[in-house]
């Protein structure tokens, strides 16, 4: 039938359901295991939709209109989301596994993995991103990873993501990795293609107006016009924190 996002995002992950509009077909899948197998749950449950008449709208690549169409798999274990992890994949740009509290409403431990590799949940309660993009725009990613945080029941996000293209406030840096520890979310190491050092956000809980600050001993970057390179910017020594 046609459900909408509020209709699954309910469990777990309602954070992100400001970002989905409209409403599309799913199919609904009973898996039976006719002869135990160990480490093999008997039962399992799928939900499938290309979710044609969805928009979403969060950060490329993930983004797509209501008449694209891309396939959205859930599966879980009845009853057992606390203990075995729920498995999501969307197309071929990313899967995750979450795992919920014992009252199965909240996040406790999420991995999401981009790239087509497989995700793994973090050792610690946290939500991990993970993998590789062609683009990652900071400005854009932050508000997901603050209401995911949020919805996670407080869960703080740790990030591991390289990128061809990490973008910031109209400039563009080439090949770099962007790591975060779930104990200091905020604060972004960004190192590889000629440059080294840390972004931190301070969120409006903590300053006002929020506000982000850098320190690079070594910055090449590009600006950015409508998403592509204008020209190179000469690189940076010891820049001081803003």
């Given at each position: 039938?046609?459900?909408?996002?509020?209709?699954?995002?309910?469990?777990?992950?309602?954070?992100?359901?400001?970002?989905?509009?409209?409403?599309?077909?799913?199919?609904?899948?009973?898996?039976?295991?006719?002869?135990?197998?160990?480490?093999?749950?008997?039962?399992?449950?799928?939900?499938?939709?290309?979710?044609?008449?969805?928009?979403?709208?969060?950060?490329a690549?993930?983004?797509?209109t209501?008449?694209?169409?891309?396939?959205?798999?859930?599966?879980?274990?009845?009853?057992?989301?606390?203990?075995?992890?729920?498995?999501?994949?969307?197309?071929?740009?990313?899967?995750?596994?979450?795992?919920?509290?014992?009252?199965?409403?909240?996040i406790?431990?999420?991995?999401v993995?981009?790239?087509?590799?497989?995700?793994?949940?973090?050792?610690v309660?946290?939500?991990?991103f993970?993998?590789?993009?062609?683009?990652?725009?900071?400005?854009?990613?932050?508000?997901?990873?603050?209401?995911?945080?949020?919805?996670?029941?407080?869960?703080?996000p740790?990030?591991?993501?390289?990128?061809?293209?990490?973008?910031?406030?109209?400039?563009?840096?080439?090949?770099?990795?962007?790591y975060?520890?779930?104990?200091?979310?905020?604060?972004?190491q960004?190192?590889?293609?000629?440059?080294?050092?840390?972004?931190r956000?301070?969120?409006?809980?903590?300053v006002?107006?929020?506000?982000?600050?850098?320190?690079?001993?070594?910055?090449?970057?590009?600006?950015?016009?409508?998403g592509?390179?204008?020209?190179?910017?000469?690189?940076?020594?010891?820049?001081?924190?803003?």
């Open positions: 039938g046609l459900y909408g996002p509020a209709d699954y995002l309910a469990k777990g992950a309602a954070g992100l359901s400001g970002y989905l509009q409209g409403r599309a077909p799913w199919k609904v899948l009973l898996e039976i295991q006719n002869q135990a197998k160990k480490d093999v749950p008997r039962v399992v449950l799928v939900l499938e939709s290309d979710l044609k008449g969805t928009s979403v709208m969060l950060p690549p993930l983004g797509k209501a008449s694209e169409p891309r396939k959205l798999e859930i599966r879980w274990v009845p009853d057992e989301t606390s203990n075995n992890p729920v498995r999501v994949s969307y197309g071929d740009l990313l899967n995750a596994r979450l795992l919920l509290d014992r009252d199965q409403k909240q406790r431990r999420a991995g993995m981009f790239g087509g590799k497989e995700a793994r949940l973090p050792l309660d946290s939500i991990k993970a993998g590789r993009l062609e683009s990652f725009d900071l400005g854009q990613w932050l508000p997901v990873l603050t209401q995911t945080a949020g919805a996670g029941g407080g869960l703080r740790a990030i591991d993501m390289e990128t061809d293209r990490f973008i910031y406030a109209g400039f563009r840096v080439d090949d770099v990795r962007v975060s520890k779930y104990n200091d979310p905020w604060h972004f960004v190192y590889g293609g000629n440059s080294q050092g840390w972004l956000w301070l969120p409006a809980e903590r006002l107006p929020a506000r982000l600050s850098m320190k690079f001993e070594n910055l090449n970057i590009h600006r950015v016009t409508d592509m390179a204008n020209d190179r910017v000469k690189g940076v020594k010891r820049s001081p924190s803003d």
